[in-house]
Protein backbone atom coordinates (compact mmCIF):
# COMPACT_ATOMS: atom_id res chain seq x y z
CA UNK A 1 0.00 0.00 0.00
CA UNK A 2 1.27 3.15 -0.80
CA UNK A 3 2.72 5.51 2.10
CA UNK A 4 1.13 9.15 2.23
CA UNK A 5 4.03 11.79 2.99
CA UNK A 6 2.58 14.52 3.99
CA UNK A 7 1.88 13.89 7.99
CA UNK A 8 4.84 12.20 7.95
CA UNK A 9 7.50 13.23 10.47
CA UNK A 10 11.55 13.76 10.01
CA UNK A 11 12.28 10.82 11.40
CA UNK A 12 9.79 8.97 9.71
CA UNK A 13 10.47 9.91 6.46
CA UNK A 14 14.30 9.19 7.25
CA UNK A 15 13.19 5.48 7.62
CA UNK A 16 11.16 5.89 4.64
CA UNK A 17 14.17 6.09 2.40
CA UNK A 18 16.22 3.48 4.45
CA UNK A 19 13.78 1.24 3.42
CA UNK A 20 13.81 2.17 0.07
CA UNK A 21 17.31 1.90 -0.19
CA UNK A 22 18.67 5.58 0.65
CA UNK A 23 20.68 6.98 3.24
CA UNK A 24 18.46 8.49 6.71
CA UNK A 25 18.95 12.24 5.43
CA UNK A 26 17.55 11.84 2.07
CA UNK A 27 14.35 11.56 4.63
CA UNK A 28 15.01 14.69 6.09
CA UNK A 29 15.18 16.43 2.55
CA UNK A 30 12.11 14.93 1.87
CA UNK A 31 10.74 16.80 4.96
CA UNK A 32 11.85 20.29 4.00
CA UNK A 33 10.55 19.89 0.58
CA UNK A 34 7.06 19.01 2.20
CA UNK A 35 7.48 21.70 5.22
CA UNK A 36 9.45 24.17 4.41
CA UNK A 37 9.33 24.38 0.66
CA UNK A 38 5.34 23.47 0.14
CA UNK A 39 6.39 21.10 -2.39
CA UNK A 40 3.33 19.64 -4.55
CA UNK A 41 4.48 17.34 -6.26
CA UNK A 42 7.37 14.86 -6.11
CA UNK A 43 9.35 15.94 -9.02
CA UNK A 44 9.94 19.36 -7.38
CA UNK A 45 12.15 17.47 -5.12
CA UNK A 46 15.16 18.32 -7.43
CA UNK A 47 18.16 17.64 -4.83
CA UNK A 48 16.73 14.05 -4.61
CA UNK A 49 18.63 11.27 -7.54
CA UNK A 50 16.21 11.05 -10.01
CA UNK A 51 16.27 7.11 -9.21
CA UNK A 52 14.67 7.98 -5.76
CA UNK A 53 12.42 10.45 -6.80
CA UNK A 54 11.10 7.40 -9.21
CA UNK A 55 10.68 4.76 -6.52
CA UNK A 56 9.04 7.64 -3.91
CA UNK A 57 6.27 8.02 -6.58
CA UNK A 58 5.80 4.57 -7.19
CA UNK A 59 5.93 3.92 -3.51
CA UNK A 60 4.23 6.75 -1.36
CA UNK A 61 1.28 9.70 -2.48
CA UNK A 62 1.95 12.79 -2.02
CA UNK A 63 -1.65 14.28 -2.29
CA UNK A 64 -2.72 18.26 -2.28
CA UNK A 65 -5.61 19.48 -0.85
CA UNK A 66 -7.33 21.53 -4.33
CA UNK A 67 -9.45 24.90 -3.66
CA UNK A 68 -12.79 24.03 -4.84
CA UNK A 69 -14.15 27.65 -3.68
CA UNK A 70 -12.73 31.11 -2.04
CA UNK A 71 -14.43 34.16 -0.25
CA UNK A 72 -12.47 36.74 0.24
CA UNK A 73 -13.55 39.71 2.61
CA UNK A 74 -12.55 43.08 2.81
CA UNK A 75 -10.83 42.96 6.19
CA UNK A 76 -8.43 40.53 4.35
CA UNK A 77 -9.87 37.49 5.69
CA UNK A 78 -10.50 34.58 3.33
CA UNK A 79 -12.17 31.16 3.45
CA UNK A 80 -11.53 28.02 1.18
CA UNK A 81 -13.46 25.44 0.80
CA UNK A 82 -10.70 22.13 0.34
CA UNK A 83 -11.37 19.08 -1.46
CA UNK A 84 -9.70 15.69 0.18
CA UNK A 85 -8.35 12.97 -2.39
CA UNK A 86 -11.62 11.10 -1.29
CA UNK A 87 -13.57 14.09 -2.49
CA UNK A 88 -15.10 15.57 0.67
CA UNK A 89 -14.63 18.74 1.29
CA UNK A 90 -13.71 20.78 4.35
CA UNK A 91 -13.02 24.07 5.79
CA UNK A 92 -10.17 26.34 6.63
CA UNK A 93 -9.67 29.90 6.92
CA UNK A 94 -6.92 32.60 6.85
CA UNK A 95 -6.73 35.77 9.14
CA UNK A 96 -4.26 38.60 8.09
CA UNK A 97 -3.56 40.88 11.27
CA UNK A 98 -0.98 43.88 11.35
CA UNK A 99 1.09 41.93 13.91
CA UNK A 100 0.60 38.40 12.43
CA UNK A 101 -1.22 35.68 9.87
CA UNK A 102 -3.48 32.93 11.80
CA UNK A 103 -4.98 30.28 10.31
CA UNK A 104 -8.20 28.52 11.63
CA UNK A 105 -8.37 24.70 10.42
CA UNK A 106 -10.49 21.78 10.14
CA UNK A 107 -10.31 18.38 12.37
CA UNK A 108 -12.93 16.57 10.33
CA UNK A 109 -15.36 16.61 7.46
CA UNK A 110 -18.67 17.94 9.35
CA UNK A 111 -19.17 16.98 13.00
CA UNK A 112 -20.93 14.82 15.43
CA UNK A 113 -21.97 17.14 18.02
CA UNK A 114 -24.41 18.58 17.21
CA UNK A 115 -24.68 22.05 18.11
CA UNK A 116 -27.73 23.68 17.33
CA UNK A 117 -26.19 27.05 16.49
CA UNK A 118 -23.72 25.65 13.98
CA UNK A 119 -23.57 25.51 10.16
CA UNK A 120 -21.45 22.59 10.51
CA UNK A 121 -24.17 20.96 12.17
CA UNK A 122 -26.56 21.05 9.06
CA UNK A 123 -24.09 19.01 6.99
CA UNK A 124 -23.19 15.86 9.25
CA UNK A 125 -20.17 14.05 10.02
CA UNK A 126 -18.38 11.91 7.54
CA UNK A 127 -14.84 11.06 8.92
CA UNK A 128 -11.86 12.59 10.72
CA UNK A 129 -9.09 13.93 8.90
CA UNK A 130 -5.69 12.90 8.59
CA UNK A 131 -2.29 14.10 9.98
CA UNK A 132 -1.47 15.49 7.06
CA UNK A 133 -4.97 16.58 5.93
CA UNK A 134 -4.97 18.57 8.60
CA UNK A 135 -1.26 19.60 7.99
CA UNK A 136 -2.08 20.28 4.48
CA UNK A 137 -4.18 23.25 5.72
CA UNK A 138 -1.78 25.07 6.75
CA UNK A 139 0.73 24.95 3.79
CA UNK A 140 -2.19 25.37 1.50
CA UNK A 141 -3.53 28.58 2.82
CA UNK A 142 0.36 29.54 3.32
CA UNK A 143 0.55 29.58 -0.46
CA UNK A 144 -2.52 31.98 -0.58
CA UNK A 145 -0.27 34.24 0.76
CA UNK A 146 3.32 36.10 1.16
CA UNK A 147 3.59 36.89 4.35
CA UNK A 148 4.46 33.85 7.25
CA UNK A 149 2.08 31.99 8.78
CA UNK A 150 2.48 32.54 12.62
CA UNK A 151 -0.61 31.30 14.55
CA UNK A 152 -2.86 28.30 14.12
CA UNK A 153 -6.44 27.55 15.81
CA UNK A 154 -8.32 24.39 15.44
CA UNK A 155 -11.15 25.99 15.42
CA UNK A 156 -13.05 24.70 12.26
CA UNK A 157 -15.14 21.99 11.19
CA UNK A 158 -14.82 18.86 13.94
CA UNK A 159 -14.05 18.34 17.43
CA UNK A 160 -10.66 18.28 17.73
CA UNK A 161 -10.74 15.99 21.00
CA UNK A 162 -12.36 13.62 18.81
CA UNK A 163 -9.23 13.17 16.60
CA UNK A 164 -6.82 13.04 19.55
CA UNK A 165 -3.89 11.06 17.97
CA UNK A 166 -3.60 13.09 14.66
CA UNK A 167 -4.40 16.39 16.02
CA UNK A 168 -1.27 15.85 18.70
CA UNK A 169 1.15 14.56 15.63
CA UNK A 170 -0.18 17.36 13.45
CA UNK A 171 0.72 20.01 16.18
CA UNK A 172 4.28 18.25 16.86
CA UNK A 173 4.76 18.65 13.15
CA UNK A 174 3.30 22.40 13.17
CA UNK A 175 5.97 22.84 15.59
CA UNK A 176 9.20 20.60 15.13
CA UNK A 177 9.01 20.99 11.62
CA UNK A 178 7.53 23.99 10.23
CA UNK A 179 8.76 26.27 13.36
CA UNK A 180 5.22 26.96 14.33
CA UNK A 181 5.95 27.98 18.24
CA UNK A 182 3.65 25.56 20.65
CA UNK A 183 2.37 28.86 22.24
CA UNK A 184 1.00 30.45 19.20
CA UNK A 185 -1.14 27.25 18.38
CA UNK A 186 -4.79 27.17 20.16
CA UNK A 187 -7.36 24.07 20.55
CA UNK A 188 -11.02 25.04 20.80
CA UNK A 189 -13.10 21.77 21.95
CA UNK A 190 -16.60 21.53 23.76
CA UNK A 191 -15.14 20.04 26.18
CA UNK A 192 -14.57 16.40 26.27
CA UNK A 193 -13.35 15.44 29.76
CA UNK A 194 -11.83 12.78 29.31
CA UNK A 195 -9.21 13.93 26.42
CA UNK A 196 -8.78 17.02 28.68
CA UNK A 197 -6.86 15.33 31.21
CA UNK A 198 -5.31 13.19 28.56
CA UNK A 199 -3.80 16.52 26.74
CA UNK A 200 -2.71 17.89 30.52
CA UNK A 201 -0.36 14.91 30.25
CA UNK A 202 1.53 15.83 26.63
CA UNK A 203 2.51 19.25 28.80
CA UNK A 204 2.28 21.02 25.65
CA UNK A 205 2.21 24.52 25.89
CA UNK A 206 -0.81 25.02 23.91
CA UNK A 207 -3.44 27.72 24.51
CA UNK A 208 -6.91 25.40 25.59
CA UNK A 209 -10.06 26.88 24.24
CA UNK A 210 -13.20 25.48 25.93
CA UNK A 211 -16.62 25.96 23.67
CA UNK A 212 -18.49 26.91 26.51
CA UNK A 213 -21.53 28.43 25.16
CA UNK A 214 -24.04 28.24 28.58
CA UNK A 215 -23.66 28.59 32.31
CA UNK A 216 -25.08 25.26 33.69
CA UNK A 217 -25.51 21.86 32.18
CA UNK A 218 -29.48 22.02 31.28
CA UNK A 219 -28.91 24.90 28.86
CA UNK A 220 -25.65 23.60 27.73
CA UNK A 221 -27.30 20.00 26.91
CA UNK A 222 -30.09 21.87 24.66
CA UNK A 223 -27.73 23.90 22.84
CA UNK A 224 -24.44 21.24 22.62
CA UNK A 225 -25.88 17.73 22.91
CA UNK A 226 -23.19 16.18 23.37
CA UNK A 227 -21.95 18.05 26.49
CA UNK A 228 -24.67 15.78 28.19
CA UNK A 229 -22.02 13.33 28.87
CA UNK A 230 -19.22 15.90 30.32
CA UNK A 231 -21.20 17.69 32.91
CA UNK A 232 -19.99 21.01 33.92
CA UNK A 233 -18.63 20.29 37.30
CA UNK A 234 -16.48 17.03 35.83
CA UNK A 235 -15.45 19.54 33.19
CA UNK A 236 -14.43 22.82 35.17
CA UNK A 237 -12.23 20.02 37.66
CA UNK A 238 -10.57 18.95 34.39
CA UNK A 239 -9.54 22.44 33.28
CA UNK A 240 -8.31 22.93 36.80
CA UNK A 241 -6.17 20.18 36.58
CA UNK A 242 -4.94 21.18 32.98
CA UNK A 243 -3.91 25.04 34.64
CA UNK A 244 -1.90 23.35 37.17
CA UNK A 245 -0.39 20.87 34.73
CA UNK A 246 0.61 23.13 32.03
CA UNK A 247 0.32 26.50 34.10
CA UNK A 248 -1.61 27.75 30.99
CA UNK A 249 -4.37 29.92 31.00
CA UNK A 250 -7.47 28.23 29.38
CA UNK A 251 -9.74 30.01 27.69
CA UNK A 252 -13.58 30.13 27.88
CA UNK A 253 -15.50 31.22 24.95
CA UNK A 254 -18.85 31.83 25.42
CA UNK A 255 -21.25 32.27 21.84
CA UNK A 256 -23.58 35.34 22.97
CA UNK A 257 -27.16 34.24 21.40
CA UNK A 258 -29.91 36.66 21.93
CA UNK A 259 -32.66 35.63 24.56
CA UNK A 260 -30.68 32.39 24.79
CA UNK A 261 -28.09 32.58 27.32
CA UNK A 262 -27.09 36.53 27.56
CA UNK A 263 -29.40 37.49 30.69
CA UNK A 264 -27.77 39.38 33.70
CA UNK A 265 -28.40 35.75 35.31
CA UNK A 266 -26.60 33.66 32.63
CA UNK A 267 -23.59 36.10 33.27
CA UNK A 268 -23.65 35.94 37.54
CA UNK A 269 -23.69 31.83 36.64
CA UNK A 270 -20.89 31.99 34.69
CA UNK A 271 -18.74 33.91 36.81
CA UNK A 272 -20.02 31.58 39.81
CA UNK A 273 -19.15 28.63 37.63
CA UNK A 274 -15.65 29.76 36.83
CA UNK A 275 -14.42 31.30 40.15
CA UNK A 276 -11.26 30.85 41.26
CA UNK A 277 -9.71 29.29 37.48
CA UNK A 278 -6.70 30.58 35.76
CA UNK A 279 -8.58 31.50 32.57
CA UNK A 280 -10.71 33.99 30.77
CA UNK A 281 -13.88 34.56 28.99
CA UNK A 282 -13.71 35.48 24.98
CA UNK A 283 -17.15 36.84 24.36
CA UNK A 284 -18.18 36.25 21.12
CA UNK A 285 -21.72 37.28 19.38
CA UNK A 286 -22.41 35.20 17.32
CA UNK A 287 -22.02 35.02 13.76
CA UNK A 288 -25.73 34.37 12.07
CA UNK A 289 -26.31 31.02 10.49
CA UNK A 290 -29.94 32.49 8.15
CA UNK A 291 -30.72 28.93 8.45
CA UNK A 292 -31.00 28.27 12.22
CA UNK A 293 -33.17 31.17 13.05
CA UNK A 294 -30.61 32.53 16.03
CA UNK A 295 -30.25 35.98 16.43
CA UNK A 296 -26.62 38.68 17.60
CA UNK A 297 -27.51 40.62 21.14
CA UNK A 298 -27.73 44.15 20.86
CA UNK A 299 -23.85 46.00 21.65
CA UNK A 300 -25.46 47.02 24.82
CA UNK A 301 -26.50 44.01 26.39
CA UNK A 302 -22.91 42.69 25.15
CA UNK A 303 -21.81 45.14 27.00
CA UNK A 304 -23.91 44.42 30.09
CA UNK A 305 -22.96 40.85 30.16
CA UNK A 306 -19.31 41.98 30.34
CA UNK A 307 -19.33 44.43 33.08
CA UNK A 308 -20.76 41.67 34.84
CA UNK A 309 -18.45 39.13 34.52
CA UNK A 310 -15.06 41.95 34.43
CA UNK A 311 -17.32 43.16 38.40
CA UNK A 312 -16.86 39.79 39.25
CA UNK A 313 -13.27 39.48 38.72
CA UNK A 314 -13.30 37.30 35.67
CA UNK A 315 -10.62 38.55 32.84
CA UNK A 316 -12.86 39.14 29.87
CA UNK A 317 -11.56 39.35 25.87
CA UNK A 318 -14.47 40.46 23.07
CA UNK A 319 -13.15 38.55 19.82
CA UNK A 320 -12.46 40.72 17.27
CA UNK A 321 -15.01 39.98 14.69
CA UNK A 322 -13.89 38.68 11.71
CA UNK A 323 -15.43 37.50 7.73
CA UNK A 324 -18.95 38.64 8.08
CA UNK A 325 -19.74 39.80 4.60
CA UNK A 326 -17.58 36.19 3.54
CA UNK A 327 -20.09 33.98 5.75
CA UNK A 328 -16.84 33.21 7.90
CA UNK A 329 -18.58 30.64 10.19
CA UNK A 330 -17.68 27.59 10.81
CA UNK A 331 -19.44 25.59 7.92
CA UNK A 332 -21.43 28.18 6.03
CA UNK A 333 -19.40 28.05 3.20
CA UNK A 334 -19.16 24.60 2.55
CA UNK A 335 -22.55 24.49 3.58
CA UNK A 336 -23.79 27.69 0.21
CA UNK A 337 -21.84 25.07 -1.80
CA UNK A 338 -23.52 21.96 -0.89
CA UNK A 339 -27.12 24.03 -1.51
CA UNK A 340 -25.97 25.56 -4.52
CA UNK A 341 -24.65 22.39 -6.38
CA UNK A 342 -27.31 19.79 -4.82
CA UNK A 343 -29.89 21.54 -3.72
CA UNK A 344 -31.45 20.76 0.17
CA UNK A 345 -28.79 18.40 1.73
CA UNK A 346 -29.15 15.87 4.59
CA UNK A 347 -27.65 13.98 6.64
CA UNK A 348 -23.97 13.09 5.90
CA UNK A 349 -21.93 14.80 2.83
Not at 27 to 53: C, H, V
Not at 220 to 245: F, H, N, Q, S, W
Not at 282 to 311: C, H, T, W
Request: glycine letters at 8%.
Amino acid sequence: MAIHLLGLTSNELAQLAVSLGEREFRGRQIARWLYKRNANTIPEMTDLPSNFRARLENESILYRAQILAEDKSEDGTAKYLLELEDGLTTESVLLPYEDRVSVCISSQVGCAAGCVFCATALCGFSRNLSTGEIVDQVLTLQAQTSRRISHVVYMGMGEPLLNYDNIIKSMRILNDEMGISMRHITLSTIGITPRIRRLAGEKLQITLAISLHAPNDELRRTIMPLTARYPLKGLVAACREYADLTHRRITFEYLLIRGLNDSPSHAGQLARLLRGLLCNVNLIPYNMVEELGFKRPSPAQVKMFRSILEGAGVTVTQRVERGHSISAACGQLRRREQVTQYGAVNGNS
